[in-house]
């Protein structure tokens, strides 16, 4: 008998994400899987996670090196993020 392994992915897919706020400052990089990093224009690295919640959207968690954090969903489209300040980050995924 022969037994396959099961793969354990998250089935996030990776890319390239891109978020702006409303005074036009911008987080951007790379995301592999569930594990993202980013970087502003202030050369700040963020590094975060993506897990997928039980109503197929997905939940972001991103942290700065600073100490600063931004959360935020997606549900498929867009994603919208919020910072420890109120601000409203909003992005996509290429």
């Given at each position: 008998m022969l037994f396959r392994r099961k793969r354990s992915t998250s089935g996030i897919r990776g890319g390239f994400?891109?978020?702006?706020?409303?005074?036009?400052?911008?987080?951007?990089?790379?995301?592999?899987?569930?594990y993202i990093h980013l970087r502003d224009e202030f050369g700040n690295e963020?590094?975060?996670?993506?897990?997928?919640q039980p109503d197929d959207t997905i939940r972001y968690r991103f942290r700065s090196s600073n100490g600063d954090f931004i959360t935020g969903v997606s549900d498929g489209y867009g994603v919208i993020l919020r910072d420890q300040k109120g601000n409203t980050w909003r992005g996509f995924i290429d």
């Open positions: 994400l891109r978020f702006h706020d409303s005074s036009n400052r911008v987080v951007a990089g790379p995301g592999d899987g569930d963020w590094g975060g996670v993506a897990e997928r």
